[in-house]
């Protein structure tokens, strides 16, 4: 209802007060830039297509940012994903009989 947005300041912004266990003073502040601001804006002003799910661009911000197992780069004019690739090879030898550690289905 308006009454209780009010009472967090809202439409307008304004700061308030609340006093629940002791008065706390609050405000809202504008985000300037974030990160996924700043992905946003790189991909469109490159031509990315938008069209794919929030999903998808959520798995790319974590890809990039989080686990860092990609990155972004500007290359003549153009956006460039690089990405880290590691293959491992897992080898025992048991009874002796080598055997190599292989993933049966990936998810």
Not at 12 to 26: P, Q, R, S, Y
Request: proline content about 1%.
């Amino acid at each position: 209802t308006k009454a209780e947005l009010k009472a967090i300041g809202l439409p307008a912004g304004d700061d308030f007060d609340t006093n629940h266990n002791g008065l706390h003073h609050w405000g809202w502040v504008e985000i300037i830039s974030s990160r996924e601001e700043e992905l946003m804006r790189l991909l469109q002003s490159h031509g990315i297509d938008f069209s794919f799910s929030w999903r998808s661009f959520a798995e790319l911000y974590e890809e990039i940012y989080d686990k860092k197992q990609s990155r972004l780069q500007v290359v003549n004019n153009e956006l460039v994903r690089h990405l880290c690739v590691i293959k491992v090879w897992v080898c025992a030898s048991i009874l002796n009989c080598k055997h190599i550690l292989v993933v049966k289905t990936k998810q």
